[in-house]
Structures are given as C-alpha cells and as structure tokens.
C-alpha cells in the first residue's frame, strides 16, 4: 500500500504555479520533506492551528512558522481547523493525514491514513477554500511568542497532556473564530468564575461569562497568570483581535470608526452591538489580558500600543 507521504510528495512536485498544506497538525521535520519536494518559483501557502493542547501535546509544532519565513511562505491560522488538503495547482489531495512523519507513513509504527485526489475546480472544494481563508488570520512572530511562552508555562504546570485528537472531537465548538468577539465587560472577574467562585458575580452576567470561559477551551486548575496567558493567546487567533492588532501596528492606534468596519466585514456583531461598545469592551480586554503591552485611552476610547508582544 503507498503511504500518505509518497503521494503527497509526488503531487507537490508537478506544481507549475501554486501549492497549499492544509493541517491542522504540522511538525517541522515532515513539513520541510514536503517543501523539498515543491519546485522554486512555486506560489505556496500554509494553514495550520495553533491550539494550546495541540501544541503542549506535541502535535504540531511552532518551529513550523520560522521554517515558512525563511522560505517566504505566508502561514495562516484557523482556530477550528481540522480539515486535510494539498495541493497542486488544479489537482487536490484530501483525507486524514496531517504533516507529521506518522501520518505520512515516515516513521514506524506509522498511522493508517487515507488520501485521495479530488480536482481543486469541484464545488466542494472552492467553497471549503473560500470559507478557509475568510477567516484565517495570518500568523505573526508575537502570536509564536505567545504560544512559546504559553505552551513552557503549561509544561510545568498541566500534570496529564491532553490527546490532541480527543481535544479536537471535544473542543469542536470552541472560539469559533468568525463569531468570537468579548462581551464580558468585567474581565477581571472571568477568573474568579472559572475557579468556582461565582458568588460575587451576579446571577444576570454568570451564564455569558460562563459561555465566553467555555470557548477558551482552558484545562482545569490554572495558576491566574497561565489563565491569562491562554486567553491572550486564544483571542490573539480571532479575526476581529488579529486585525485590531495588525491596524494598531500599521497606523499606532485603532478607533470606533475602524472597529465598526472590522465587525461588518466579519459579520460578528448583532444590531444591539454599537461599535463604540465592542471598542469599550475591548479596550477592558486588552487591559486586563494584555497590560504589559498596550495602553487604553478611555476619553477617546483608542488602543495604543506600548511595546511588542
């Protein structure tokens, strides 16, 4: 039986024009067998998750982004990522393997996985790239920082890893990316909340901020500093934060007139939900989950920051 690997390689090595990597797990190793195998001048593209468990389980690995930025190749984020696809031009291969030298059959024992080719032109797959890439966030070196940390923190701290396939099938419907944006005004209690002690909460604003904590997907037990550290990390791979981020980068400071057009063009906020309000909401967020890298101005409700993540 051909492995995986042999017909992923072998696809990858007729591109003419363009070449995507679909996974939701990538390690480092397997994914430059794969590169080697795509010729230069190739237009190629990543997308991959970065998941806390994922990462802390040794599914995927974050030495992945430093290969694609030498390489030039821009690698994207999906949250809820758990689709399989390469890529060729016109020409697909789909099914279970994900880039790491098991699935691919590269190392034993080695899993039992399924490719198969598919054309890229079939409806299926059009749509399932235009809906990829609507609300893929690319990742940036702050976003590998964060994780790094995040994930050495966890490593002391987690006493069992989690499987990260078992957290795929059980975390399916968290931070669902295209709809995520904070509506907890008082972030400073989610803490409190997430340990048990919701007495000083209140019973009208429990039930959202037990919600909003269920999306962050957080294991039990967190010391508050690695609680903040991983909703920094999760909400930093939301569309609507990742391009707070980017304009505050590109222009110093973000304001109600660019988040307004952020939350259209996402469709995340219901007619209730003002722009100046989110941009409220968020500036309480950043706040208190990002104190040690931006500033708030209340009077004219902007977002500075301070220094790089």
């Known amino acids: 039986m051909k492995q995986p690997g042999e017909a992923v390689v072998a696809l990858l090595a007729t591109a003419k024009e363009t070449g995507l990597i679909v996974a939701p797990f990538i390690r480092a190793r397997a994914l430059q067998e794969v590169l080697e195998a795509i010729p230069a001048g190739v237009e190629v593209t990543i997308v991959t998750r970065w998941r806390p468990a994922d990462l802390l389980a040794g599914a995927s690995d974050l030495h992945v982004f430093d290969i694609a930025s030498a390489r030039e190749i821009p690698l994207y984020l999906r949250y809820d990522l758990h689709a399989k696809m390469f890529a060729a031009d ?163 400071a973000v304001g109600e007139s660019e988040v307004g057009s952020m939350l259209e063009a996402l469709g995340v906020a219901d007619e209730s939900e003002a722009p100046a309000e989110v941009l409220e909401v968020l500036r309480r967020w950043f706040n208190h989950f990002m104190t040690d890298h931006f500033e708030t101005k209340q009077d004219s409700i902007r977002l500075v920051r301070t220094r790089s993540i």
């Not at 059959?105 to 797959?125: F, H, K, Q, Y």
């Not at 967190?222 to 707070?244: K, Y």
């Open 90 to 252: 016109r020409t697909c291969l789909v099914g279970s393997a994900n880039v790491t030298e098991t699935a691919l059959g590269w190392r034993n024992p080695a899993n039992l996985e399924l490719v198969t080719t598919v054309s890229r032109d079939v409806p299926e797959i059009v749509a399932f790239e235009a809906e990829l890439f609507r609300l893929a966030i690319r990742a940036t070196s702050e976003q590998r920082n964060r994780m790094q940390r995040l994930v050495a923190d966890l490593a002391e701290t987690v006493q069992q890893l989690p499987d990260a396939e078992l957290a795929t099938e059980e975390l399916a419907g968290v931070l669902t990316p295209g709809s995520w944006i904070p509506r907890s005004k008082n972030p400073e209690d989610l803490f409190a909340v997430y340990q048990g002690e919701t007495d000083a909460v209140g019973r009208a604003r429990l039930p959202s901020m037990e919600a909003e904590l269920l999306q962050m997907g957080l294991p039990p037990a967190l010391p508050e500093s690695h609680f903040n550290s991983w909703v920094c990390a999760a909400i930093g791979q939301t569309p609507l934060v990742a391009e707070v981020l980017r304009v505050i980068d590109d222009n110093g």
